[in-house]
C-alpha cells in the first residue's frame, strides 16, 4: 500500500477552520469571548461600587440620627435632651469606625472597577 503524502497546498482552508474550532483558538471566537468576559467583570464591579455605596449610605444615615437624638428640642433650654450626650460616645465611636470602613472598602471598590475598565 502506497502512503499518500499531504502537503501544505492540498490541505484546504476549511480542514484548518475546523482544526481550529476544534482546539479552540479560533481567533474570531477568542475575541468575542474576552470581550463578553470583559463586559462582565466591567458590570460586577460597578453593582461592587454601588453595593459598598448604599452600605456606606446606611453608615452616614446611622450618624444623622445619632445627630437627632444630640440635638435638643428647645436650644435654650439643654434639659430636654432625651438621651444623655455621654452616654453616646461609645455609640458614635462604633458608628464612625463603620463609616470610615465602609469609605475604605468604597475606594478599594471603585479602584478595581477603574483598574477592570482600563
Given at each position: 500500500?502506497?502512503?499518500?503524502?499531504?502537503?501544505?497546498?492540498?490541505?484546504?482552508?476549511?480542514?484548518?477552520?475546523?482544526?481550529?474550532?476544534?482546539?479552540?483558538d479560533d481567533p474570531?471566537?477568542?475575541a468575542k469571548t474576552k470581550k463578553?468576559?470583559?463586559?462582565?467583570?466591567v458590570n460586577s464591579a460597578a453593582l461592587l461600587?454601588?453595593?459598598e455605596f448604599n452600605n456606606l449610605r446606611w453608615a452616614h444615615r446611622a450618624y444623622g440620627c445619632v445627630?437627632?437624638?444630640l440635638a435638643p428640642l428647645n436650644s435654650l433650654n439643654v434639659e430636654e435632651f432625651?438621651?444623655?450626650?455621654?452616654?453616646?460616645?461609645?455609640?458614635?465611636?462604633l458608628i464612625n469606625a463603620e463609616t470610615g470602613r465602609r469609605i475604605h472598602t468604597l475606594e478599594k471598590a471603585i479602584h478595581a472597577a477603574r483598574k477592570v475598565m482600563h
Open positions: 500500500m502506497a502512503k499518500t503524502v499531504r502537503t501544505a497546498e492540498t490541505t484546504s482552508a476549511k480542514s484548518k477552520s475546523i482544526k481550529r474550532s476544534v482546539a479552540g474570531a471566537k477568542s463578553q468576559a470583559k463586559k462582565k467583570a461600587v454601588e453595593d445627630q437627632n437624638f432625651l438621651v444623655e450626650p455621654r452616654g453616646l460616645t461609645a455609640l458614635m465611636e
